[in-house]
């Protein structure tokens, strides 16, 4: 993906996107599917269990209805008297009985007494026969199973309906022959109906009461045509749950009733839901999609495109197609990569700028190569037959030494001094050196003034082998003579020293003349930081000559600074680094210049 570009990675987003839709859209229709059975058949487990806690309460209802009646002593009578002419009597008080019987257990459908007298029932004479031949246990209450009974006239019931059939023997209790003996049976019917939830919503569910025999009755209101269902609802009998077809069958026996129920649920019906859904959340999933392509659409227009127009101005750019740096590159996007172009603007503004300011340095520092070169030349001119000029200094010295003129002796001495030391070495000295040529110089100037200067010398004695650049004193102290003593009557004092301060070298020049105006101070000074080459027209060209030869061999901030109070006194600081850098070396400046 890293060394894909943005289109494809934003492609194999999308494809990613879609097939984790459609993945997700399959496995949660697979778990919702799973999940609505599972609940379903819990569900159906717990109606089912419903269902067979009534089936086993009607069970023990029809049960205690036949206790009641084998010790009724109505039952007995009806059973065991002799027939009489006041028959009559005997069918009236058992129709009495029975009617208080219904009215205590509603449940009951239907009583049958089957004895010596007319059968008493509703129920038709071959359920009956098949009722009694399916009665095994002649020593307790039995379900007979399920039959099928037309309505008896009530408007409120169907006209075919299903009972749960009892049969029980009835026993003597008169203490004579017929004691605990069998004197009649009893068959009770329960409507199958009765055990109906009308409050319980079984949704795709059938639900049936099946016997052992195969006859099946519905328990629900909404439960399917059985002949529409699968035959193992009848024909088999298993337990558990069990798979037939589209339907899921689940079956529990009720112990000690031969009844089983039975529940039938259409998987397609219940399903359907579950395709809806299915349906709705791939729907929903293609409006993602949908929406997803529209954000990719956007994404590209907006962030996309202007990184390949980006893209491709930089590329054209380094490629040496430098006609693109003059054209300004616009994107349609949004603010961040308008905000970016604007920024790769500004910063091609700033190449260009820094390009034509180093053009114009490579320019001046060729300029400044020239002048070096010519200072050289100069320089070499001013050695030529240098001993010359000095043996004709030795010798003017002592034509004034034989005539007795001791001071233009001295003077002659000074002079070959400064010239010697001006011409000869490099252009580096120890500091030592410098200070002897500047007393040279001072001794000559002090000849001229008389009286007029007296000088004051404070030299740190670390500070004496510093390696320094040649005549950067004298030019300060022409300086010093010509602003500050040769203008005054009176004597001018000047003070020298030097120091090591915060790791710099200081040397300070130091005299208490009229000083200088506020005004030309700081032309002085602009003229300092003005200062470029060794060349110019300035008033002052020596104290910017020794300024640049300062910043050209040790840098910022190294250099020369000027302060002045009037009427006090004028002091030029010389600040230089107490090593020579690793530089070649300056050609020196002259010593006849104007300070």
């Known amino acids: 993906m890293q060394r894909q570009t943005i289109r494809r990675q934003l492609n194999t987003v999308a494809a990613v996107v879609v097939l984790s839709f459609v993945v997700v859209g399959i496995l949660t229709a697979h778990f919702l599917t799973e999940i609505l059975i599972s609940k379903n058949a819990e569900y159906t487990q717990y109606t089912t269990d419903k269902y067979a806690q009534e089936v086993r309460y009607i069970h023990n209802k029809a049960q205690a209805v036949m206790n009641f009646l084998q010790y009724s002593a109505e039952i007995h009578s009806y059973f065991e008297q002799e027939q009489t002419s006041n028959e009559y009597a005997i069918y009236r008080d058992m129709d009495e009985f029975l009617t208080s019987v219904y009215l ?111 006859v099946a009755a519905p328990l629900n209101a909404n439960a399917k045509n059985l002949e529409t269902l699968p035959d193992e609802i009848t024909e088999e009998s298993f337990e558990g749950e069990k798979s037939v077809g589209q339907y899921l069958l689940i079956s529990k026996q009720i112990d000690d009733c031969n009844i089983r129920i039975v529940s039938c649920t259409d998987k397609n019906s219940l399903l359907s839901d579950v395709g809806y859904m299915q349906w709705l959340l791939f729907l929903i ?210 003070y020298i020293s030097s120091a090591l301060i915060d790791g710099a070298l200081v040397i300070t020049v130091y005299d208490d003349g009229e000083g200088i105006s506020p005004e030309r101070l700081a032309e002085l000074r602009a003229q300092l930081d003005a200062a470029q080459t060794f060349s110019g027209t300035s008033d002052h060209i020596g104290l910017c000559n020794v300024h640049l030869r300062i910043r050209m061999m040790y840098g910022p901030p190294y250099g020369l600074t000027i302060d002045s109070t009037p009427n006090e006194g004028t002091k030029v600081t010389l600040r230089l680094a107490p090593k020579l850098p690793d530089t070649p070396q300056l050609p020196q400046s002259g010593g006849d210049t104007d300070a």
């Open 104 to 214: 205590i257990y509603p449940e009951l459908d239907d009583i049958a007494l089957l004895g010596r007298r007319q059968d008493r029932t509703k129920l038709r004479g071959e359920d009956i026969q098949i009722m009694l031949e399916r009665y095994n246990d002649k020593q307790q209450t039995s379900c007979v199973g399920i039959f099928v009974q037309k309505d008896d006239g009530r408007p409120s019931t169907p006209w075919k309906y299903e009972v749960l059939a009892f049969v029980s023997n009835l026993y003597g209790t008169s203490f004579d022959n017929s004691y605990a003996k069998p004197v009649g049976q009893c068959i009770l019917t329960i409507r199958i109906d009765e055990l109906m939830y009308e409050d319980l919503d079984q949704g795709e569910t059938s639900f049936f009461l099946v016997d052992s025999h195969g």
């Open 285 to 494: 999933c293609g409006m993602s999609v949908a929406l997803l392509f529209i954000t990719l659409i956007l994404i590209h227009r907006s962030l996309v495109r202007p990184i390949y127009a980006l893209h491709y101005y930089m590329h054209e750019i380094t490629s040496g197609n430098y006609t693109h740096i003059k054209k300004k590159i616009q994107v349609n996007g949004n603010c961040e990569m308008q905000e970016l172009a604007a920024d790769l603007n500004a910063l091609i503004d700033e190449f260009e700028l820094r390009s034509h300011r180093l053009f114009e340095t490579t320019e001046r520092m060729y300029g400044l190569e020239i002048e070096k070169q010519k200072a050289e030349i100069s320089f070499l001119r001013s050695q030529i037959n240098p001993h010359f000029l000095y043996n004709s200094l030795e010798t003017i010295r002592g034509l004034c030494n034989r005539g007795g003129l001791f001071t233009a002796s001295g003077i002659a001495t000074a002079l070959g001094k400064i010239f010697r030391y001006s011409i000869k070495g490099g252009s580096t000295v120890k500091l030592r050196d410098e200070i002897d040529a500047a007393k040279a110089y001072i001794g000559i100037q002090s000849a001229r003034f008389s009286d007029k200067v007296q000088v004051i010398y404070h030299f740190d004695p670390d500070t004496l082998e510093v390696p320094v650049i040649k005549m950067i004193l004298q030019p300060l102290l022409e300086n010093t003579f010509k602003y500050a003593v040769e203008p005054r009557n009176e004597q001018t004092t000047l």
